[in-house]
Protein backbone atom coordinates (compact mmCIF):
# COMPACT_ATOMS: atom_id res chain seq x y z
CA UNK A 1 0.00 0.00 0.00
CA UNK A 2 1.02 3.55 -0.65
CA UNK A 3 2.96 5.17 2.27
CA UNK A 4 1.27 8.37 3.11
CA UNK A 5 3.31 11.34 3.36
CA UNK A 6 3.00 13.50 6.29
CA UNK A 7 4.20 17.07 6.68
CA UNK A 8 5.07 18.97 10.06
CA UNK A 9 4.06 22.70 10.24
CA UNK A 10 6.18 24.39 7.68
CA UNK A 11 6.79 27.98 7.17
CA UNK A 12 5.11 29.35 4.04
CA UNK A 13 7.00 30.94 0.79
CA UNK A 14 5.50 34.06 0.29
CA UNK A 15 5.96 33.50 -3.42
CA UNK A 16 3.98 30.06 -3.34
CA UNK A 17 0.63 32.20 -1.86
CA UNK A 18 1.43 34.63 -4.68
CA UNK A 19 -1.65 32.65 -6.38
CA UNK A 20 -3.56 32.62 -3.18
CA UNK A 21 -7.27 34.00 -4.40
CA UNK A 22 -6.93 30.72 -6.35
CA UNK A 23 -6.08 28.51 -3.14
CA UNK A 24 -8.37 30.98 -1.06
CA UNK A 25 -10.76 29.49 -3.94
CA UNK A 26 -9.63 25.87 -3.11
CA UNK A 27 -9.67 26.10 0.32
CA UNK A 28 -12.84 27.41 0.64
CA UNK A 29 -14.29 24.18 -1.84
CA UNK A 30 -12.36 21.61 0.30
CA UNK A 31 -13.36 23.03 3.28
CA UNK A 32 -17.12 23.25 2.39
CA UNK A 33 -17.37 19.10 1.66
CA UNK A 34 -15.69 18.29 4.53
CA UNK A 35 -17.75 15.64 6.69
CA UNK A 36 -19.57 13.84 3.67
CA UNK A 37 -18.65 10.33 3.27
CA UNK A 38 -18.32 10.87 -0.89
CA UNK A 39 -17.90 13.12 -2.94
CA UNK A 40 -20.29 13.98 -6.39
CA UNK A 41 -18.87 13.30 -9.61
CA UNK A 42 -19.58 17.42 -10.29
CA UNK A 43 -18.37 17.92 -6.79
CA UNK A 44 -15.19 16.14 -7.62
CA UNK A 45 -14.66 17.49 -11.03
CA UNK A 46 -14.88 21.19 -9.76
CA UNK A 47 -12.30 20.72 -7.03
CA UNK A 48 -9.69 19.02 -9.30
CA UNK A 49 -10.67 21.70 -11.59
CA UNK A 50 -9.50 24.41 -9.12
CA UNK A 51 -6.80 22.15 -7.47
CA UNK A 52 -5.13 21.71 -10.95
CA UNK A 53 -5.81 25.26 -11.83
CA UNK A 54 -3.25 26.21 -8.87
CA UNK A 55 -0.89 23.74 -9.38
CA UNK A 56 -0.27 24.96 -12.89
CA UNK A 57 0.27 28.69 -11.70
CA UNK A 58 3.00 27.05 -9.23
CA UNK A 59 4.82 25.09 -11.81
CA UNK A 60 4.70 28.22 -14.15
CA UNK A 61 6.06 30.30 -11.59
CA UNK A 62 9.13 27.88 -11.60
CA UNK A 63 7.98 26.16 -7.87
CA UNK A 64 9.70 23.15 -6.26
CA UNK A 65 6.79 20.49 -4.95
CA UNK A 66 8.50 21.23 -1.49
CA UNK A 67 6.60 24.49 -1.76
CA UNK A 68 3.60 23.70 -3.27
CA UNK A 69 3.11 21.43 -0.23
CA UNK A 70 3.94 23.70 2.48
CA UNK A 71 0.93 26.28 0.79
CA UNK A 72 -1.39 23.32 1.24
CA UNK A 73 -0.22 22.87 4.70
CA UNK A 74 -0.58 26.48 5.41
CA UNK A 75 -3.96 26.29 4.33
CA UNK A 76 -4.79 23.24 6.26
CA UNK A 77 -5.70 21.23 3.37
CA UNK A 78 -3.54 18.68 4.57
CA UNK A 79 -4.37 17.35 7.98
CA UNK A 80 -1.37 17.30 10.68
CA UNK A 81 -3.02 14.84 12.47
CA UNK A 82 -5.01 12.22 10.81
CA UNK A 83 -7.76 10.47 12.54
CA UNK A 84 -6.50 6.79 13.57
CA UNK A 85 -9.70 4.98 12.13
CA UNK A 86 -8.44 3.95 8.81
CA UNK A 87 -11.95 4.11 7.75
CA UNK A 88 -13.06 7.26 8.88
CA UNK A 89 -14.00 9.75 6.20
CA UNK A 90 -11.47 12.39 4.97
CA UNK A 91 -13.56 14.39 2.35
CA UNK A 92 -12.28 17.95 2.35
CA UNK A 93 -8.68 16.95 2.57
CA UNK A 94 -6.02 16.12 0.01
CA UNK A 95 -2.40 14.71 0.56
CA UNK A 96 0.95 15.87 -0.29
CA UNK A 97 1.66 16.42 -3.91
CA UNK A 98 4.58 13.62 -5.61
CA UNK A 99 7.18 14.43 -7.99
CA UNK A 100 7.23 10.90 -10.07
CA UNK A 101 10.24 9.53 -11.55
CA UNK A 102 10.51 9.09 -15.47
CA UNK A 103 12.89 7.17 -16.35
CA UNK A 104 12.83 7.26 -20.42
CA UNK A 105 13.40 11.28 -21.00
CA UNK A 106 14.00 13.98 -19.20
CA UNK A 107 11.56 16.37 -21.01
CA UNK A 108 8.80 16.00 -19.82
CA UNK A 109 7.69 16.18 -15.51
CA UNK A 110 4.95 14.52 -13.70
CA UNK A 111 3.01 15.58 -10.64
CA UNK A 112 0.58 12.88 -8.89
CA UNK A 113 -1.97 15.09 -7.07
CA UNK A 114 -4.37 13.16 -4.41
CA UNK A 115 -7.37 13.98 -3.36
CA UNK A 116 -9.71 12.23 -0.85
CA UNK A 117 -12.89 10.98 -2.71
CA UNK A 118 -14.32 9.21 -0.33
CA UNK A 119 -14.72 7.00 3.23
CA UNK A 120 -12.18 4.11 3.65
CA UNK A 121 -9.14 5.25 2.59
CA UNK A 122 -10.59 6.45 -0.82
CA UNK A 123 -7.12 8.70 -1.89
CA UNK A 124 -7.56 9.32 -5.83
CA UNK A 125 -4.67 10.38 -8.08
CA UNK A 126 -4.45 12.64 -10.93
CA UNK A 127 -1.88 12.58 -12.72
CA UNK A 128 -0.29 16.09 -14.60
CA UNK A 129 2.28 15.92 -16.88
CA UNK A 130 4.02 18.88 -17.90
CA UNK A 131 6.75 19.97 -20.33
CA UNK A 132 10.03 21.17 -18.40
CA UNK A 133 10.65 23.32 -21.90
CA UNK A 134 7.86 26.21 -21.27
CA UNK A 135 6.48 24.39 -18.54
CA UNK A 136 3.09 24.23 -19.95
CA UNK A 137 0.45 20.77 -19.17
CA UNK A 138 1.01 18.44 -21.62
CA UNK A 139 -1.77 15.99 -20.43
CA UNK A 140 -4.00 14.35 -17.57
CA UNK A 141 -4.51 11.22 -16.56
CA UNK A 142 -6.71 9.17 -14.51
CA UNK A 143 -7.56 5.53 -14.09
CA UNK A 144 -11.64 5.00 -14.73
CA UNK A 145 -14.59 7.72 -15.53
CA UNK A 146 -16.06 7.51 -12.50
CA UNK A 147 -15.35 7.60 -8.41
CA UNK A 148 -16.09 3.96 -7.73
CA UNK A 149 -12.22 2.67 -7.77
CA UNK A 150 -10.20 5.59 -6.51
CA UNK A 151 -6.46 4.31 -7.59
CA UNK A 152 -3.36 6.06 -6.68
CA UNK A 153 -0.24 6.16 -9.16
CA UNK A 154 2.43 3.33 -8.85
CA UNK A 155 5.05 4.69 -11.73
CA UNK A 156 4.37 6.13 -15.18
CA UNK A 157 6.95 6.87 -18.03
CA UNK A 158 6.91 8.97 -20.84
CA UNK A 159 8.75 8.12 -24.51
CA UNK A 160 10.27 10.67 -26.76
CA UNK A 161 8.42 13.26 -28.80
CA UNK A 162 7.31 11.88 -32.29
CA UNK A 163 7.54 13.96 -35.61
CA UNK A 164 3.92 14.77 -35.05
CA UNK A 165 4.81 16.14 -31.66
CA UNK A 166 3.10 13.25 -29.83
CA UNK A 167 4.32 11.18 -26.77
CA UNK A 168 4.12 7.85 -25.49
CA UNK A 169 2.98 7.42 -22.11
CA UNK A 170 2.67 4.06 -20.05
CA UNK A 171 1.19 3.72 -16.43
CA UNK A 172 0.59 1.53 -13.59
CA UNK A 173 -1.97 2.29 -11.10
CA UNK A 174 -3.67 0.73 -7.62
CA UNK A 175 -7.08 1.09 -6.46
CA UNK A 176 -6.70 2.70 -2.83
CA UNK A 177 -7.29 0.38 -0.08
CA UNK A 178 -6.42 0.57 3.76
CA UNK A 179 -6.03 -3.52 4.46
CA UNK A 180 -5.30 -5.21 1.81
CA UNK A 181 -2.38 -6.19 -0.70
CA UNK A 182 -4.35 -7.71 -3.42
CA UNK A 183 -5.78 -4.36 -4.22
CA UNK A 184 -7.17 -3.89 -8.15
CA UNK A 185 -4.13 -3.07 -10.65
CA UNK A 186 -4.58 -1.11 -13.63
CA UNK A 187 -1.75 -0.56 -16.68
CA UNK A 188 -2.38 1.88 -18.67
CA UNK A 189 -1.02 3.41 -22.14
CA UNK A 190 -2.01 6.34 -23.34
CA UNK A 191 -0.97 8.95 -26.07
CA UNK A 192 -0.25 12.88 -25.53
CA UNK A 193 -0.65 15.30 -27.95
CA UNK A 194 -1.91 18.97 -27.96
CA UNK A 195 -2.62 19.28 -24.52
CA UNK A 196 -4.41 16.19 -24.27
CA UNK A 197 -4.18 12.48 -23.55
CA UNK A 198 -5.84 9.96 -25.80
CA UNK A 199 -6.33 6.51 -23.58
CA UNK A 200 -5.36 3.58 -26.11
CA UNK A 201 -5.51 0.84 -23.43
CA UNK A 202 -6.74 0.14 -19.87
CA UNK A 203 -6.33 -3.02 -18.48
CA UNK A 204 -7.34 -4.07 -14.71
CA UNK A 205 -4.77 -6.73 -13.18
CA UNK A 206 -4.93 -9.14 -10.60
CA UNK A 207 -1.84 -8.45 -9.12
CA UNK A 208 -0.18 -8.68 -5.54
CA UNK A 209 0.44 -5.23 -3.77
CA UNK A 210 4.78 -5.22 -3.47
CA UNK A 211 7.49 -2.95 -2.44
CA UNK A 212 9.06 -0.89 -3.79
CA UNK A 213 6.42 -0.17 -6.55
CA UNK A 214 3.35 -2.39 -7.01
CA UNK A 215 3.12 -1.70 -11.44
CA UNK A 216 6.54 -0.52 -12.97
CA UNK A 217 6.14 1.22 -16.71
CA UNK A 218 8.67 1.62 -18.87
CA UNK A 219 8.78 3.27 -22.27
CA UNK A 220 11.06 2.17 -25.12
CA UNK A 221 10.40 3.59 -28.55
CA UNK A 222 7.02 2.05 -29.41
CA UNK A 223 6.75 -0.58 -26.94
CA UNK A 224 5.87 -0.22 -23.23
CA UNK A 225 6.66 -2.96 -20.64
CA UNK A 226 4.89 -3.58 -17.04
CA UNK A 227 6.84 -5.90 -14.34
CA UNK A 228 4.35 -6.40 -11.58
CA UNK A 229 3.57 -9.39 -8.79
CA UNK A 230 0.98 -11.84 -11.05
CA UNK A 231 -1.57 -13.80 -9.28
CA UNK A 232 -1.47 -17.20 -9.97
CA UNK A 233 -4.76 -19.22 -9.54
CA UNK A 234 -2.65 -21.94 -7.08
CA UNK A 235 -3.46 -22.36 -3.41
CA UNK A 236 0.49 -22.97 -3.05
CA UNK A 237 1.89 -20.53 -5.46
CA UNK A 238 -0.19 -17.48 -5.10
CA UNK A 239 1.95 -15.01 -6.81
CA UNK A 240 4.79 -14.68 -9.05
CA UNK A 241 6.77 -11.67 -9.91
CA UNK A 242 6.00 -11.21 -13.90
CA UNK A 243 5.98 -8.67 -16.60
CA UNK A 244 3.91 -7.93 -19.99
CA UNK A 245 4.45 -6.25 -23.10
CA UNK A 246 2.75 -3.79 -25.47
CA UNK A 247 3.67 -2.64 -29.32
CA UNK A 248 1.72 0.50 -30.63
CA UNK A 249 1.41 1.35 -34.10
CA UNK A 250 -0.83 4.80 -34.45
CA UNK A 251 -3.65 4.07 -32.35
CA UNK A 252 -3.95 0.72 -32.54
CA UNK A 253 -1.80 -1.62 -29.22
CA UNK A 254 -0.59 -4.96 -30.05
CA UNK A 255 0.60 -7.48 -27.02
CA UNK A 256 4.48 -8.42 -27.42
CA UNK A 257 6.83 -10.90 -26.22
CA UNK A 258 7.03 -11.62 -23.33
CA UNK A 259 3.58 -12.31 -22.38
CA UNK A 260 5.00 -13.77 -18.80
CA UNK A 261 7.67 -14.33 -17.05
CA UNK A 262 7.41 -18.10 -16.08
CA UNK A 263 5.62 -20.48 -17.57
CA UNK A 264 2.67 -21.12 -16.04
CA UNK A 265 1.50 -17.40 -15.79
CA UNK A 266 2.68 -17.54 -19.61
CA UNK A 267 -0.07 -20.96 -20.12
CA UNK A 268 -2.73 -18.52 -17.78
CA UNK A 269 -1.73 -15.07 -20.39
CA UNK A 270 -2.18 -17.20 -23.31
CA UNK A 271 -5.68 -18.53 -22.05
CA UNK A 272 -7.11 -14.83 -21.58
CA UNK A 273 -5.64 -13.54 -25.15
CA UNK A 274 -8.17 -12.97 -27.86
CA UNK A 275 -7.87 -15.67 -30.73
CA UNK A 276 -6.20 -13.21 -33.06
CA UNK A 277 -3.43 -12.86 -30.67
CA UNK A 278 -3.15 -16.36 -28.76
CA UNK A 279 -2.05 -17.80 -32.54
CA UNK A 280 1.23 -15.73 -32.02
CA UNK A 281 2.27 -17.97 -29.54
CA UNK A 282 0.80 -21.18 -30.43
CA UNK A 283 0.48 -24.02 -32.76
CA UNK A 284 -2.23 -25.22 -34.67
CA UNK A 285 -3.93 -27.84 -32.48
CA UNK A 286 -3.10 -25.65 -28.90
CA UNK A 287 -4.87 -22.97 -30.99
CA UNK A 288 -8.27 -25.15 -31.55
CA UNK A 289 -8.53 -26.37 -27.81
CA UNK A 290 -7.87 -23.24 -26.48
CA UNK A 291 -11.87 -22.10 -26.12
CA UNK A 292 -12.57 -24.97 -24.39
CA UNK A 293 -10.13 -25.18 -22.04
CA UNK A 294 -10.13 -21.32 -21.20
CA UNK A 295 -13.57 -21.97 -20.49
CA UNK A 296 -13.33 -24.63 -17.93
CA UNK A 297 -10.21 -22.93 -16.08
CA UNK A 298 -11.57 -19.22 -16.46
CA UNK A 299 -11.24 -18.15 -12.26
CA UNK A 300 -10.63 -21.35 -11.59
CA UNK A 301 -7.85 -22.58 -8.90
CA UNK A 302 -6.25 -25.14 -10.30
CA UNK A 303 -3.20 -27.85 -8.43
CA UNK A 304 0.02 -28.99 -10.49
CA UNK A 305 -0.02 -32.12 -11.58
CA UNK A 306 2.72 -33.94 -13.84
CA UNK A 307 5.83 -31.86 -14.75
CA UNK A 308 8.18 -33.31 -17.12
CA UNK A 309 10.96 -32.08 -19.68
CA UNK A 310 10.56 -32.90 -23.12
CA UNK A 311 12.76 -35.77 -23.98
CA UNK A 312 15.21 -35.17 -26.29
CA UNK A 313 14.56 -31.18 -25.95
CA UNK A 314 15.97 -29.21 -22.91
CA UNK A 315 13.83 -26.44 -23.63
CA UNK A 316 10.77 -27.70 -23.75
CA UNK A 317 8.55 -28.79 -20.94
CA UNK A 318 5.31 -30.67 -20.60
CA UNK A 319 3.11 -29.07 -17.38
CA UNK A 320 0.11 -30.14 -16.19
CA UNK A 321 -2.60 -28.33 -14.69
CA UNK A 322 -5.63 -29.97 -12.78
CA UNK A 323 -8.54 -28.27 -12.19
CA UNK A 324 -9.47 -28.25 -8.47
CA UNK A 325 -13.26 -29.39 -8.49
CA UNK A 326 -13.20 -31.17 -11.78
CA UNK A 327 -9.75 -32.39 -11.43
CA UNK A 328 -9.86 -32.80 -14.75
CA UNK A 329 -5.74 -32.76 -15.40
CA UNK A 330 -4.86 -30.31 -18.77
CA UNK A 331 -1.78 -30.70 -20.16
CA UNK A 332 0.59 -27.98 -22.04
CA UNK A 333 3.35 -28.87 -23.82
CA UNK A 334 5.71 -25.42 -23.35
CA UNK A 335 8.37 -24.74 -25.80
CA UNK A 336 11.14 -22.45 -25.11
CA UNK A 337 13.86 -21.48 -22.90
CA UNK A 338 13.67 -17.90 -22.35
CA UNK A 339 10.35 -15.96 -21.58
CA UNK A 340 10.25 -14.01 -24.94
CA UNK A 341 10.79 -17.34 -27.19
CA UNK A 342 7.28 -19.30 -24.72
CA UNK A 343 5.02 -21.04 -26.97
CA UNK A 344 2.19 -23.46 -26.58
CA UNK A 345 3.19 -26.57 -28.87
CA UNK A 346 0.92 -28.88 -27.47
CA UNK A 347 -2.52 -29.26 -25.30
CA UNK A 348 -4.00 -32.60 -24.22
CA UNK A 349 -7.18 -32.73 -22.15
CA UNK A 350 -6.94 -36.12 -19.90
CA UNK A 351 -10.36 -36.86 -17.65
CA UNK A 352 -9.86 -37.41 -14.11
CA UNK A 353 -7.18 -39.79 -12.00
CA UNK A 354 -8.43 -42.81 -10.14
CA UNK A 355 -6.25 -42.32 -7.33
CA UNK A 356 -3.51 -39.58 -5.95
CA UNK A 357 -1.00 -41.89 -7.50
CA UNK A 358 -2.12 -41.51 -11.19
CA UNK A 359 -2.18 -37.50 -10.58
CA UNK A 360 1.48 -37.73 -10.16
CA UNK A 361 2.18 -34.17 -8.43
CA UNK A 362 5.59 -33.10 -8.96
CA UNK A 363 8.06 -29.99 -8.47
CA UNK A 364 6.35 -27.31 -9.29
CA UNK A 365 9.88 -25.50 -9.57
CA UNK A 366 10.42 -25.79 -14.02
CA UNK A 367 6.73 -24.08 -13.97
CA UNK A 368 6.40 -21.59 -11.80
CA UNK A 369 10.96 -20.68 -11.79
CA UNK A 370 11.80 -16.74 -13.49
CA UNK A 371 13.26 -16.80 -16.68
CA UNK A 372 15.63 -14.52 -18.78
CA UNK A 373 13.72 -12.39 -21.02
Known sequence: MMGVMRLGLLIVSVAVLASGRDLDTLAAKLKGVRGAQKLSTEQFSELRGVYLEWIDAQVNSGHRVAEINRALVAAHLIQRNPPEDLFASQVGFVEPVREVRVRSTREVRVLAVPIYVGANCQLDDTAVVYSRRGRRRMGVLRVGDGLESAAYLSSLDAGAEDAKGARLVASGWVRSNCTSTWNQKTLRIDRLAAGTAKPLLERGLNAQDREPVSVAARVRG??????????????????????????????????????????????????????????????????????????????????????????????????TLIQSESRVRYEFRIEGGKASKLRVAGLTVHPPAKSKEEEAAGDPSPATELLPW
Open 222 to 319: SQATFEYRGGIRNGDVLSLETATRYRVRGDTVMRASPLALSRVAFIQEWLELKEVEAQRWSEAQPLLMRPQVAAALEDQTFDFGRIARVPGDNEAWNI
